[in-house]
Protein backbone atom coordinates (compact mmCIF):
# COMPACT_ATOMS: atom_id res chain seq x y z
CA UNK A 1 0.00 0.00 0.00
CA UNK A 2 0.93 3.65 -0.88
CA UNK A 3 0.40 5.17 2.98
CA UNK A 4 1.99 1.78 4.29
CA UNK A 5 5.46 2.51 2.58
CA UNK A 6 5.51 5.85 3.38
CA UNK A 7 4.68 5.29 7.25
CA UNK A 8 7.61 2.91 7.30
CA UNK A 9 9.74 5.23 9.18
CA UNK A 10 6.94 5.09 12.13
CA UNK A 11 7.07 1.84 14.73
CA UNK A 12 3.80 -0.32 15.02
CA UNK A 13 3.66 2.14 18.55
CA UNK A 14 4.05 5.26 17.31
CA UNK A 15 1.74 4.79 14.12
CA UNK A 16 -0.92 3.39 16.97
CA UNK A 17 -0.26 6.43 19.14
CA UNK A 18 -0.86 8.38 16.37
CA UNK A 19 -3.69 7.21 15.01
CA UNK A 20 -5.33 6.56 18.38
CA UNK A 21 -5.14 10.26 19.36
CA UNK A 22 -5.24 12.21 15.91
CA UNK A 23 -7.65 10.39 13.29
CA UNK A 24 -8.68 12.85 11.40
CA UNK A 25 -4.97 14.47 11.11
CA UNK A 26 -3.18 11.23 10.17
CA UNK A 27 -3.19 11.48 6.18
CA UNK A 28 -1.87 15.29 6.37
CA UNK A 29 1.12 14.01 8.41
CA UNK A 30 1.26 11.20 6.62
CA UNK A 31 1.92 13.53 3.36
CA UNK A 32 3.51 16.01 4.85
CA UNK A 33 5.06 15.08 8.34
CA UNK A 34 4.24 16.21 11.81
CA UNK A 35 4.33 19.52 12.55
CA UNK A 36 4.20 21.48 15.52
CA UNK A 37 0.30 22.49 15.35
CA UNK A 38 -0.14 18.08 15.26
CA UNK A 39 1.61 18.39 18.78
CA UNK A 40 -0.40 21.26 20.40
CA UNK A 41 -3.63 19.31 19.49
CA UNK A 42 -2.40 16.37 21.22
CA UNK A 43 -2.90 18.91 24.53
CA UNK A 44 -6.32 19.52 23.30
CA UNK A 45 -7.08 15.78 22.96
CA UNK A 46 -5.55 14.23 25.49
CA UNK A 47 -5.82 14.46 28.97
CA UNK A 48 -2.28 14.89 31.04
CA UNK A 49 -2.09 10.98 32.26
CA UNK A 50 -2.78 9.61 28.46
CA UNK A 51 -0.27 12.50 26.88
CA UNK A 52 2.29 11.58 29.37
CA UNK A 53 2.19 7.69 28.10
CA UNK A 54 2.22 8.86 24.61
CA UNK A 55 4.84 11.31 24.59
CA UNK A 56 7.53 9.20 24.55
CA UNK A 57 6.35 7.51 21.07
CA UNK A 58 5.56 10.59 19.99
CA UNK A 59 8.94 12.86 21.26
CA UNK A 60 10.76 9.50 19.27
CA UNK A 61 9.02 10.63 16.11
CA UNK A 62 9.74 14.30 16.15
CA UNK A 63 12.83 13.60 17.35
CA UNK A 64 13.88 10.73 14.30
CA UNK A 65 16.24 12.65 12.37
CA UNK A 66 18.42 12.03 9.08
CA UNK A 67 21.45 9.33 9.74
CA UNK A 68 24.55 11.41 11.17
CA UNK A 69 27.16 11.71 8.57
CA UNK A 70 30.78 10.97 9.50
CA UNK A 71 32.62 13.49 9.79
CA UNK A 72 35.28 13.72 6.88
CA UNK A 73 38.73 13.44 8.64
CA UNK A 74 39.56 16.78 6.56
CA UNK A 75 37.33 18.84 8.57
CA UNK A 76 38.85 17.31 12.23
CA UNK A 77 41.99 19.62 13.35
CA UNK A 78 43.93 17.96 15.84
CA UNK A 79 41.61 14.81 16.09
CA UNK A 80 41.35 12.77 19.18
CA UNK A 81 39.93 9.62 19.71
CA UNK A 82 37.44 9.11 22.41
CA UNK A 83 35.37 6.85 23.63
CA UNK A 84 32.87 7.48 26.27
CA UNK A 85 29.09 5.97 27.39
CA UNK A 86 26.07 8.08 26.42
CA UNK A 87 22.90 6.88 27.82
CA UNK A 88 24.23 3.18 28.22
CA UNK A 89 25.83 3.06 24.60
CA UNK A 90 29.19 3.07 24.19
CA UNK A 91 30.60 5.76 21.45
CA UNK A 92 33.96 5.97 19.86
CA UNK A 93 34.67 9.02 17.64
CA UNK A 94 37.09 11.14 16.57
CA UNK A 95 36.70 14.88 17.52
CA UNK A 96 38.13 18.00 16.96
CA UNK A 97 39.89 19.18 20.33
CA UNK A 98 37.70 22.20 19.74
CA UNK A 99 34.28 20.09 19.80
CA UNK A 100 32.53 20.86 22.93
CA UNK A 101 30.72 17.81 24.13
CA UNK A 102 26.70 19.31 23.52
CA UNK A 103 28.10 19.89 19.73
CA UNK A 104 29.09 16.04 19.94
CA UNK A 105 25.95 14.91 21.56
CA UNK A 106 24.12 17.06 18.86
CA UNK A 107 25.75 17.14 15.70
CA UNK A 108 28.19 14.09 15.96
CA UNK A 109 25.12 11.84 17.67
CA UNK A 110 21.86 13.22 17.01
CA UNK A 111 20.79 13.36 20.22
CA UNK A 112 19.29 17.40 19.84
CA UNK A 113 17.68 17.11 23.27
CA UNK A 114 20.11 19.11 24.74
CA UNK A 115 20.15 22.76 23.93
CA UNK A 116 22.24 25.14 22.96
CA UNK A 117 21.23 28.33 24.57
CA UNK A 118 24.14 30.77 25.74
CA UNK A 119 27.03 28.55 24.94
CA UNK A 120 29.05 30.44 27.51
CA UNK A 121 28.14 28.72 30.94
CA UNK A 122 25.27 31.05 31.26
CA UNK A 123 22.06 29.10 31.03
CA UNK A 124 22.08 26.05 31.96
CA UNK A 125 19.91 25.26 28.56
CA UNK A 126 22.88 22.11 27.98
CA UNK A 127 23.14 20.50 31.56
CA UNK A 128 23.72 16.50 30.97
CA UNK A 129 24.91 14.56 33.86
CA UNK A 130 28.34 13.09 33.77
CA UNK A 131 29.51 10.21 36.19
CA UNK A 132 26.33 11.05 38.31
CA UNK A 133 27.21 14.70 38.59
CA UNK A 134 25.40 17.84 36.40
CA UNK A 135 27.59 19.76 34.56
CA UNK A 136 27.87 22.18 31.59
CA UNK A 137 28.30 20.28 28.09
CA UNK A 138 28.67 23.72 26.36
CA UNK A 139 31.95 24.13 28.67
CA UNK A 140 33.14 20.38 28.42
CA UNK A 141 35.22 19.66 25.68
CA UNK A 142 34.36 16.33 24.36
CA UNK A 143 38.43 15.19 24.21
CA UNK A 144 38.24 15.20 28.28
CA UNK A 145 35.40 12.55 28.43
CA UNK A 146 37.13 9.50 27.57
CA UNK A 147 35.85 6.50 29.84
CA UNK A 148 33.21 8.97 31.28
CA UNK A 149 29.52 8.19 31.69
CA UNK A 150 26.80 10.81 29.75
CA UNK A 151 23.65 10.91 30.69
CA UNK A 152 21.30 13.64 28.61
CA UNK A 153 17.45 13.99 28.65
CA UNK A 154 16.89 11.37 26.06
CA UNK A 155 18.11 8.73 28.63
CA UNK A 156 16.06 9.45 31.80
CA UNK A 157 13.44 7.34 30.75
CA UNK A 158 13.35 3.50 30.72
CA UNK A 159 11.45 2.03 28.02
CA UNK A 160 8.09 4.08 27.52
CA UNK A 161 8.12 4.76 30.89
CA UNK A 162 9.00 8.37 31.61
CA UNK A 163 11.14 9.04 34.39
CA UNK A 164 9.37 10.88 37.38
CA UNK A 165 10.90 14.55 36.90
CA UNK A 166 9.85 14.20 33.62
CA UNK A 167 6.47 13.39 34.61
CA UNK A 168 6.65 15.96 37.13
CA UNK A 169 7.00 18.58 34.83
CA UNK A 170 4.20 17.54 32.39
CA UNK A 171 1.89 17.16 35.29
CA UNK A 172 3.09 20.34 36.91
CA UNK A 173 3.58 22.58 33.32
CA UNK A 174 7.10 23.42 34.41
CA UNK A 175 7.51 25.08 31.10
CA UNK A 176 6.43 27.60 28.12
CA UNK A 177 8.66 27.23 25.20
CA UNK A 178 10.69 24.15 26.63
CA UNK A 179 13.65 25.27 25.32
CA UNK A 180 15.70 25.11 28.80
CA UNK A 181 13.43 21.88 30.10
CA UNK A 182 16.25 19.25 29.33
CA UNK A 183 18.77 21.03 31.05
CA UNK A 184 16.22 22.04 34.13
CA UNK A 185 15.24 18.21 34.21
CA UNK A 186 18.71 16.96 34.27
CA UNK A 187 19.76 19.27 36.88
CA UNK A 188 16.85 18.74 38.84
CA UNK A 189 17.63 14.57 38.60
CA UNK A 190 21.04 14.95 39.83
CA UNK A 191 19.90 17.58 42.35
CA UNK A 192 17.72 14.76 44.08
CA UNK A 193 21.15 12.88 44.38
CA UNK A 194 22.63 15.93 46.07
CA UNK A 195 19.60 16.10 48.65
CA UNK A 196 19.66 12.66 49.66
CA UNK A 197 23.82 13.12 50.25
CA UNK A 198 23.20 15.68 52.39
CA UNK A 199 25.48 18.54 50.18
CA UNK A 200 24.96 22.00 51.33
CA UNK A 201 23.72 25.48 49.52
CA UNK A 202 24.50 28.84 50.15
CA UNK A 203 21.20 28.88 51.50
CA UNK A 204 21.71 26.30 53.98
CA UNK A 205 21.35 27.48 57.64
CA UNK A 206 24.54 26.12 59.05
CA UNK A 207 26.96 24.55 56.59
CA UNK A 208 28.56 22.82 59.70
CA UNK A 209 25.77 20.24 60.63
CA UNK A 210 26.15 17.73 58.79
CA UNK A 211 22.94 15.65 57.72
CA UNK A 212 22.95 12.30 56.04
CA UNK A 213 20.10 13.61 53.59
CA UNK A 214 18.59 17.20 53.67
CA UNK A 215 14.89 17.81 52.98
CA UNK A 216 15.10 21.14 50.16
CA UNK A 217 12.33 24.24 50.85
CA UNK A 218 11.42 25.98 48.29
CA UNK A 219 14.36 28.40 48.77
CA UNK A 220 16.53 25.75 48.55
CA UNK A 221 15.04 24.33 45.46
CA UNK A 222 15.34 27.75 43.80
CA UNK A 223 19.06 28.42 44.93
CA UNK A 224 20.23 24.79 43.81
CA UNK A 225 18.18 25.36 40.70
CA UNK A 226 19.60 28.97 39.67
CA UNK A 227 21.73 27.72 37.08
CA UNK A 228 19.42 26.83 35.07
CA UNK A 229 17.65 29.77 33.41
CA UNK A 230 13.96 29.77 32.16
CA UNK A 231 13.58 33.11 29.98
CA UNK A 232 9.53 32.18 30.06
CA UNK A 233 10.09 32.50 33.71
CA UNK A 234 8.48 28.83 34.62
CA UNK A 235 10.42 28.85 38.06
CA UNK A 236 6.82 28.57 40.27
CA UNK A 237 5.69 25.61 38.63
CA UNK A 238 9.46 24.00 37.78
CA UNK A 239 9.55 23.88 41.81
CA UNK A 240 6.63 22.82 42.16
CA UNK A 241 7.36 19.89 40.14
CA UNK A 242 10.52 19.51 41.66
CA UNK A 243 9.24 19.04 45.01
CA UNK A 244 6.42 16.67 43.74
CA UNK A 245 9.34 14.06 43.16
CA UNK A 246 11.72 15.25 46.38
CA UNK A 247 9.05 15.66 48.86
CA UNK A 248 7.00 12.67 49.66
CA UNK A 249 3.38 14.09 49.18
CA UNK A 250 1.49 15.06 46.24
CA UNK A 251 1.85 18.40 44.96
CA UNK A 252 -1.29 20.00 43.38
CA UNK A 253 -1.41 20.70 40.01
CA UNK A 254 -2.34 24.23 39.56
CA UNK A 255 -3.62 24.64 36.16
CA UNK A 256 -5.94 23.01 34.07
CA UNK A 257 -7.87 22.91 30.67
CA UNK A 258 -9.99 25.45 29.96
CA UNK A 259 -12.66 22.93 29.62
CA UNK A 260 -12.03 21.93 33.34
CA UNK A 261 -10.22 18.46 33.35
CA UNK A 262 -6.59 18.30 34.20
CA UNK B 1 37.87 28.73 18.69
CA UNK B 2 41.25 28.62 17.07
CA UNK B 3 42.71 25.41 16.70
CA UNK B 4 44.93 23.70 19.21
CA UNK B 5 46.43 20.61 20.39
CA UNK B 6 44.88 18.35 23.23
CA UNK B 7 46.68 15.71 25.78
CA UNK B 8 45.24 13.98 28.86
CA UNK B 9 48.17 13.98 31.39
CA UNK B 10 49.24 10.95 33.13
CA UNK B 11 52.29 11.71 34.76
CA UNK B 12 52.50 15.97 36.65
CA UNK B 13 56.64 15.77 35.72
CA UNK B 14 55.83 15.45 31.90
CA UNK B 15 52.69 17.36 31.80
CA UNK B 16 54.50 20.43 33.60
CA UNK B 17 57.68 19.77 31.46
CA UNK B 18 55.77 19.73 28.23
CA UNK B 19 54.18 23.28 29.09
CA UNK B 20 57.16 25.04 30.49
CA UNK B 21 58.80 24.31 26.93
CA UNK B 22 55.47 26.06 25.02
CA UNK B 23 54.74 29.85 26.64
CA UNK B 24 51.81 28.94 24.65
CA UNK B 25 50.61 26.11 25.87
CA UNK B 26 47.99 26.23 29.48
CA UNK B 27 46.99 23.80 31.87
CA UNK B 28 43.47 22.34 31.89
CA UNK B 29 41.08 22.12 34.58
CA UNK B 30 37.57 21.97 34.63
CA UNK B 31 37.82 24.49 31.76
CA UNK B 32 34.61 26.65 32.76
CA UNK B 33 36.38 29.69 31.97
CA UNK B 34 39.22 29.25 30.33
CA UNK B 35 36.98 27.00 26.83
CA UNK B 36 34.61 30.27 27.78
CA UNK B 37 37.34 32.87 27.02
CA UNK B 38 38.95 30.74 24.09
CA UNK B 39 35.32 30.94 22.46
CA UNK B 40 35.85 34.87 23.06
CA UNK B 41 38.73 34.60 21.20
CA UNK B 42 40.57 36.76 24.80
CA UNK B 43 42.87 33.49 25.53
CA UNK B 44 44.09 31.26 22.55
CA UNK B 45 46.25 28.51 23.92
CA UNK B 46 48.67 26.47 21.25
CA UNK B 47 48.18 23.47 23.43
CA UNK B 48 46.11 22.46 26.67
CA UNK B 49 47.27 20.18 28.86
CA UNK B 50 44.34 18.20 30.67
CA UNK B 51 45.25 18.08 34.57
CA UNK B 52 42.10 16.76 35.98
CA UNK B 53 43.40 12.81 36.00
CA UNK B 54 46.25 13.48 38.33
CA UNK B 55 46.24 12.26 41.57
CA UNK B 56 46.41 15.92 43.02
CA UNK B 57 42.40 15.73 44.02
CA UNK B 58 42.72 14.66 47.40
CA UNK B 59 41.70 16.22 50.77
CA UNK B 60 43.49 15.55 53.71
CA UNK B 61 44.46 16.04 57.55
CA UNK B 62 48.26 17.31 57.96
CA UNK B 63 50.28 18.14 60.82
CA UNK B 64 48.83 21.68 61.20
CA UNK B 65 45.74 21.75 58.84
CA UNK B 66 44.05 20.45 55.80
CA UNK B 67 45.44 20.02 52.85
CA UNK B 68 43.08 20.56 49.24
CA UNK B 69 43.74 18.91 46.64
CA UNK B 70 44.29 21.43 43.23
CA UNK B 71 42.21 19.06 41.16
CA UNK B 72 39.31 18.37 43.80
CA UNK B 73 36.68 19.99 42.54
CA UNK B 74 34.36 22.91 43.56
CA UNK B 75 31.71 21.33 45.26
CA UNK B 76 33.67 18.07 46.69
CA UNK B 77 35.85 20.61 48.36
CA UNK B 78 32.55 22.82 49.80
CA UNK B 79 30.93 19.40 50.81
CA UNK B 80 33.89 17.65 52.61
CA UNK B 81 33.37 16.87 56.12
CA UNK B 82 36.59 17.89 57.49
CA UNK B 83 35.88 21.91 55.27
CA UNK B 84 32.09 22.25 56.43
CA UNK B 85 33.26 21.59 60.09
CA UNK B 86 36.25 22.96 60.23
CA UNK B 87 36.66 25.82 57.51
CA UNK B 88 32.58 26.63 56.88
CA UNK B 89 33.96 29.64 56.05
CA UNK B 90 35.32 27.88 52.71
CA UNK B 91 32.54 26.07 52.07
CA UNK B 92 30.24 29.26 52.46
CA UNK B 93 32.06 31.27 50.12
CA UNK B 94 32.23 28.25 47.06
CA UNK B 95 28.67 28.09 47.12
CA UNK B 96 27.94 31.50 47.01
CA UNK B 97 30.05 31.64 44.12
CA UNK B 98 28.66 30.08 40.09
CA UNK B 99 26.17 26.77 39.96
CA UNK B 100 25.38 23.68 40.96
CA UNK B 101 26.91 22.73 37.49
CA UNK B 102 29.71 25.16 37.47
CA UNK B 103 31.06 23.66 41.03
CA UNK B 104 31.22 20.12 39.66
CA UNK B 105 33.23 21.19 36.88
CA UNK B 106 35.46 23.89 38.14
CA UNK B 107 38.79 22.81 40.01
CA UNK B 108 40.35 24.49 43.15
CA UNK B 109 43.43 25.39 41.17
CA UNK B 110 41.70 26.54 38.65
CA UNK B 111 39.31 29.02 40.60
CA UNK B 112 42.33 30.70 41.71
CA UNK B 113 43.58 30.98 38.09
CA UNK B 114 40.29 32.56 36.81
CA UNK B 115 40.53 35.28 34.86
CA UNK B 116 38.48 38.51 35.49
CA UNK B 117 35.05 39.46 34.09
CA UNK B 118 35.41 42.73 33.56
CA UNK B 119 33.48 43.46 30.38
CA UNK B 120 36.00 45.21 28.31
CA UNK B 121 38.42 42.33 28.76
CA UNK B 122 36.42 40.01 27.45
CA UNK B 123 35.20 42.16 24.13
CA UNK B 124 38.21 41.78 21.70
CA UNK B 125 37.11 44.59 20.33
CA UNK B 126 37.82 46.80 23.40
CA UNK B 127 41.13 48.21 24.50
CA UNK B 128 42.35 46.77 27.61
CA UNK B 129 45.71 46.37 29.16
CA UNK B 130 45.29 43.11 30.52
CA UNK B 131 44.18 41.30 27.40
CA UNK B 132 46.25 42.88 25.26
CA UNK B 133 49.21 45.31 26.97
CA UNK B 134 49.37 48.62 25.61
CA UNK B 135 46.22 49.34 24.34
CA UNK B 136 44.52 51.33 27.66
CA UNK B 137 41.96 50.61 29.73
CA UNK B 138 38.55 51.00 28.63
CA UNK B 139 36.92 50.93 31.83
CA UNK B 140 38.81 53.30 33.73
CA UNK B 141 36.48 56.29 31.85
CA UNK B 142 33.97 54.01 30.68
CA UNK B 143 31.45 51.62 31.82
CA UNK B 144 33.19 50.78 35.53
CA UNK B 145 30.13 50.20 38.09
CA UNK B 146 31.24 46.73 38.91
CA UNK B 147 35.15 47.70 39.17
CA UNK B 148 37.39 48.18 41.73
CA UNK B 149 37.86 50.75 44.56
CA UNK B 150 41.27 49.82 45.91
CA UNK B 151 44.71 48.88 44.62
CA UNK B 152 43.86 49.62 40.84
CA UNK B 153 46.35 51.63 38.90
CA UNK B 154 45.85 54.10 35.67
CA UNK B 155 46.21 50.60 33.46
CA UNK B 156 43.72 48.65 34.98
CA UNK B 157 40.55 48.97 37.58
CA UNK B 158 39.39 45.15 37.04
CA UNK B 159 38.46 43.25 40.59
CA UNK B 160 38.97 39.97 40.25
CA UNK B 161 35.93 37.34 40.23
CA UNK B 162 36.41 34.24 42.79
CA UNK B 163 34.61 34.16 45.78
CA UNK B 164 36.79 30.91 46.95
CA UNK B 165 39.45 33.10 47.10
CA UNK B 166 38.07 35.98 49.29
CA UNK B 167 37.44 33.06 52.12
CA UNK B 168 41.07 31.90 51.17
CA UNK B 169 43.03 35.08 51.56
CA UNK B 170 40.79 35.01 55.16
CA UNK B 171 41.59 31.97 56.09
CA UNK B 172 46.09 32.56 55.28
CA UNK B 173 46.14 29.82 52.93
CA UNK B 174 49.04 28.78 51.51
CA UNK B 175 49.57 27.75 47.63
CA UNK B 176 51.76 24.66 46.64
CA UNK B 177 52.86 24.70 43.21
CA UNK B 178 55.21 22.11 41.40
CA UNK B 179 57.21 23.70 38.24
CA UNK B 180 59.70 21.87 35.74
CA UNK B 181 62.31 19.78 37.20
CA UNK B 182 60.19 19.01 40.47
CA UNK B 183 61.42 22.11 42.11
CA UNK B 184 58.41 22.61 44.34
CA UNK B 185 57.65 26.05 46.46
CA UNK B 186 54.93 27.19 48.25
CA UNK B 187 53.11 30.88 47.97
CA UNK B 188 51.77 32.45 50.99
CA UNK B 189 47.85 33.47 49.57
CA UNK B 190 48.21 37.03 50.29
CA UNK B 191 51.10 37.00 47.52
CA UNK B 192 48.98 34.59 45.17
CA UNK B 193 47.23 37.50 43.34
CA UNK B 194 48.98 40.45 42.73
CA UNK B 195 47.47 44.08 42.33
CA UNK B 196 47.76 45.90 38.66
CA UNK B 197 50.29 48.17 39.12
CA UNK B 198 52.04 48.34 35.26
CA UNK B 199 51.86 44.85 34.62
CA UNK B 200 47.95 43.84 34.50
CA UNK B 201 48.58 41.43 31.95
CA UNK B 202 50.06 38.88 34.91
CA UNK B 203 47.20 38.00 37.29
CA UNK B 204 49.33 35.93 40.03
CA UNK B 205 52.89 35.07 40.97
CA UNK B 206 52.35 31.88 39.31
CA UNK B 207 55.49 31.17 37.09
CA UNK B 208 54.64 29.90 33.36
CA UNK B 209 54.88 25.94 33.39
CA UNK B 210 53.75 25.85 37.73
CA UNK B 211 51.06 23.58 38.29
CA UNK B 212 48.98 24.23 41.43
CA UNK B 213 48.89 21.21 43.29
CA UNK B 214 47.03 21.61 46.56
CA UNK B 215 46.01 24.12 48.52
CA UNK B 216 47.07 24.47 52.39
CA UNK B 217 44.57 25.60 54.81
CA UNK B 218 46.82 26.49 58.31
CA UNK B 219 44.47 25.54 62.09
CA UNK B 220 42.51 28.44 63.82
CA UNK B 221 39.86 28.41 66.49
CA UNK B 222 37.48 30.56 63.73
CA UNK B 223 35.05 27.99 62.32
CA UNK B 224 32.25 29.23 64.95
CA UNK B 225 32.02 32.27 64.43
CA UNK B 226 32.63 32.50 60.68
CA UNK B 227 30.46 33.93 57.79
CA UNK B 228 30.55 35.03 53.97
CA UNK B 229 28.10 37.49 53.12
CA UNK B 230 27.73 38.23 49.28
CA UNK B 231 25.56 40.84 47.85
CA UNK B 232 24.94 40.81 44.09
CA UNK B 233 22.36 41.58 41.58
CA UNK B 234 20.04 38.66 41.84
CA UNK B 235 20.21 36.89 44.27
CA UNK B 236 21.63 33.45 43.01
CA UNK B 237 24.47 32.86 40.62
CA UNK B 238 25.74 36.31 39.82
CA UNK B 239 29.27 38.05 40.25
CA UNK B 240 29.75 39.89 43.50
CA UNK B 241 29.22 43.74 43.36
CA UNK B 242 30.70 43.30 46.91
CA UNK B 243 31.51 40.03 49.22
CA UNK B 244 32.68 39.76 52.63
CA UNK B 245 34.70 37.16 53.90
CA UNK B 246 34.25 37.15 57.62
CA UNK B 247 35.58 34.96 60.87
CA UNK B 248 36.52 35.94 64.67
CA UNK B 249 37.76 34.72 67.19
CA UNK B 250 37.05 36.18 71.15
CA UNK B 251 38.05 35.70 74.28
CA UNK B 252 35.65 36.70 77.38
CA UNK B 253 34.54 39.74 75.39
CA UNK B 254 37.47 40.63 73.58
CA UNK B 255 37.95 40.06 69.71
CA UNK B 256 41.28 37.72 70.01
CA UNK B 257 41.65 37.18 66.23
CA UNK B 258 39.55 38.14 63.18
CA UNK B 259 39.75 37.95 59.48
CA UNK B 260 38.30 40.15 57.19
CA UNK B 261 38.46 40.04 53.46
CA UNK B 262 36.56 41.79 50.47
CA UNK B 263 35.60 40.52 46.97
CA UNK B 264 34.52 42.51 44.12
CA UNK B 265 36.59 45.50 45.69
CA UNK B 266 39.81 45.33 43.80
CA UNK B 267 42.43 43.37 41.17
CA UNK B 268 43.10 40.35 43.87
CA UNK B 269 40.97 39.11 47.01
CA UNK B 270 41.52 42.60 49.49
CA UNK B 271 42.29 41.42 53.40
CA UNK B 272 41.17 44.61 55.27
CA UNK B 273 43.93 44.54 57.44
CA UNK B 274 43.45 48.06 58.79
CA UNK B 275 40.13 46.83 59.61
CA UNK B 276 41.02 43.91 61.54
CA UNK B 277 44.18 45.73 63.28
CA UNK B 278 41.33 47.75 64.71
CA UNK B 279 39.40 45.82 66.07
CA UNK B 280 41.87 43.28 67.21
CA UNK B 281 41.61 43.24 71.56
CA UNK B 282 38.19 45.81 71.35
CA UNK B 283 34.70 44.91 71.81
CA UNK B 284 32.85 42.76 69.14
CA UNK B 285 30.08 45.88 69.26
CA UNK B 286 28.56 47.26 65.92
CA UNK B 287 29.62 50.51 66.76
CA UNK B 288 33.11 48.74 66.64
CA UNK B 289 32.43 47.14 63.43
CA UNK B 290 31.09 50.67 61.63
CA UNK B 291 34.11 52.05 62.96
CA UNK B 292 36.66 49.64 61.93
CA UNK B 293 34.82 49.63 58.16
CA UNK B 294 35.18 53.32 57.94
CA UNK B 295 39.10 53.18 58.67
CA UNK B 296 39.18 50.84 55.72
CA UNK B 297 37.42 52.20 53.48
CA UNK B 298 39.20 55.72 54.12
CA UNK B 299 41.39 54.52 51.24
CA UNK B 300 39.10 53.60 48.83
CA UNK B 301 38.57 55.49 45.19
CA UNK B 302 35.58 55.05 43.78
CA UNK B 303 35.46 55.67 39.89
CA UNK B 304 33.13 57.27 38.23
CA UNK B 305 30.28 54.91 37.96
CA UNK B 306 30.85 53.30 41.69
CA UNK B 307 30.96 55.44 44.19
CA UNK B 308 28.60 52.96 45.64
CA UNK B 309 30.25 50.20 46.80
CA UNK B 310 32.44 51.94 49.26
CA UNK B 311 28.54 52.79 51.21
CA UNK B 312 27.93 48.93 50.33
CA UNK B 313 31.47 47.51 51.29
CA UNK B 314 30.97 49.36 54.77
CA UNK B 315 27.91 48.15 55.32
CA UNK B 316 28.27 44.66 54.23
CA UNK B 317 31.68 44.39 56.10
CA UNK B 318 29.28 45.30 59.78
CA UNK B 319 26.42 42.57 58.49
CA UNK B 320 29.31 40.06 57.32
CA UNK B 321 31.29 40.20 60.85
CA UNK B 322 27.48 40.68 63.02
CA UNK B 323 26.64 37.58 60.80
CA UNK B 324 30.00 35.22 62.38
CA UNK B 325 29.02 36.53 65.62
CA UNK B 326 25.70 35.28 65.36
CA UNK B 327 27.19 31.53 64.22
CA UNK B 328 27.51 32.47 60.58
CA UNK B 329 24.09 30.64 60.00
CA UNK B 330 22.53 31.79 57.34
CA UNK B 331 18.99 32.18 58.96
CA UNK B 332 19.78 34.39 61.35
CA UNK B 333 21.16 36.68 58.69
CA UNK B 334 18.45 36.80 56.61
CA UNK B 335 16.14 37.90 59.93
CA UNK B 336 18.57 40.05 60.34
CA UNK B 337 18.53 41.79 57.34
CA UNK B 338 14.49 41.65 56.88
CA UNK B 339 14.81 44.09 60.42
CA UNK B 340 17.22 46.27 58.57
CA UNK B 341 15.57 46.64 55.40
CA UNK B 342 12.46 47.56 57.83
CA UNK B 343 14.60 50.37 59.30
Known amino acids: ?64 SVPIEEQPSELIENGINVSFEVNGSTQKLTVDSRMTLLDTLRERLGLTGSKKGCDHGQCGACTVIVDDKRVLSCLTLAATCEDKRVTTIEGLATGNELHPMQASFIKHDGFQCGYCTPGQICSAVALMDEAKNGDASYVTANVRE ?9 EEIRERMSGNICRCGAYPNIVNAIREVHGDKAVAQVWQFADGTI | MRPFKYANASNPA ?104 CTYFYDANMPCNKREPGTGCGALHGVNKNHAILGWSEKCVATY ?91 GNRIKDVRIALGGVAHKPWRARIAE ?9 QANFRAAASAELKHAKPLGQNKYKVGLAAKAIVRALEGAMQGGTYGAMEADSTTTNQN
Open chain 1, 1 to 64: MEEKSTFSDLTEAERKALEELMPDEMGEIISSGIKRRHFLKLFAVTGTSLLAANLLGIEQLMAR
Open chain 1, 210 to 218: KKSAVNLSN
Open chain 2, 161 to 251: PSDMAVALAALNAVVQVEGSGNTKRNIPFADFHRLPGEHPEIDNTLKHGELITSIDLPENRLAEKSYYLKVRERSSYAFALISVAAALETN
Open chain 2, 277 to 285: QWLRGKEPT
Open chain 2, 14 to 117: AAIKIVTADPAARFLGGGTNLVDLMKEDVMHPSQLMDVTRLKFSVIEKKANGLSIGGTASNAVTANHDLVRENYPLLSMAILAGASAQIRNMATNAGNLNQRTR
